[in-house]
């Protein structure tokens, strides 16, 4: 009793040396990680425990990132392991280390910083596109909206009215029937649209057994539609539904998209660690600040509250075009998530009632295709299918 009380545990001088195999990974890649630790103290540790801080979102899956020693003054301890590497940039920065005495009563806990180990690990985004509706600005581009005036592409003719150019009276007609009439043609307009990806706390859900969490099924949604659309000519920016801010402008371009890509890659705001609780706020006014008038919206959710379905009704009301693309996560093997699955239909159908377009992305990893079904209230679904090898796609 008395030893205990007049013994503490010795404070660690400790030097870390982390090694990473490889700091560019593809998605599935094992990454090995050796780390040594030297005791530069004058004093033994007898007994030493540390573990490496492996980030959020990476598993270990060969070997143990913890480990227990006694550590003499000058000497080296090494562990190694291997985690299997996902879409993110990762920092390997610290580490937890507990020093105990020689009886074990007393203990001593502390976070050592260490020096910085970065792994980046990309995707490779599939190219995707929405059905878009016919919101668009005056500058010409390529995406065909409903917008008539001068162009290429034959649409109607109306009555002649006083002003119209020469160049579009359709005299053929003038010399048959004697009447005048004004072709008008297809105009072609660019599009501007914003992803806004859900990444609310809420958002950081799995089904099952998954690990996986919904917003990284988002964030790769959202890859493939920035692919898609910039593609297709359209100006595409990026917005987060979250407390942490993420905002890249509608533009255009090959660094444009890899902007974006970059974006959905390494911005905390799409990371495998969700907000902390107390941030309430998850951002949609600073959105709406943000975003242009005559921009249109895809919003990638997985509907796991009503909050989504608030959002896309109030866009709606500002005069922006919605579409709406959901993963979907739910199980089916308790009657607890069978209701969740069932509360996340009810949550789309209430979004398609209010005529905005619905696509359900799903992961198909065990399929050879892909198929594309968009749901409106007014109007039949309309479905595509695509083989793409077995990878993720729409549902």
Partial sequence: AAYSRLMEAPGPELS?????SDSDPDPGDTVRVTLSVENESDRILPD????????????????TARHTTALRP????SIAYEFEAVRGRHEFDSLTVVTRDVSGSSRRVARQATDRSTVVCRPRYDERTVPLGDLATQLTGSQPVSATGEGLSFHSLREYRTGDSLASIDWNRYAKAGELATQRFD????????????????????AGDERRPAVDVCTHAAGALASGLADADCHVGLAALSPRDCWIPPASGRTHRERLLDALTTEAAFGWRPPAVADADDGFDRVLAQLPGDAQVVLCSPFVDDRPVEVARALDARGHDVTVASPDVTATDSAYRRLAATERRLRLDAVRRAGLSVVEWSDNRNQSSRTVETNRSDGPAESAVATDGGRSGWQ
């Fill in 16 to 20: 870390v040396d982390r090694h990473v």
């Fill in 187 to 206: 105009q072609p307009r660019t599009v501007k649209v914003v992803l806004l990806v859900d990444a609310r706390r809420a958002a950081y859900v799995t």
């Fill in 48 to 63: 030493l425990r540390f573990c490496d801080d492996v980030p959020a979102g990476l598993e270990v899956v060969d070997g």
């Fill in 74 to 77: 000058g000497k080296r301890a």
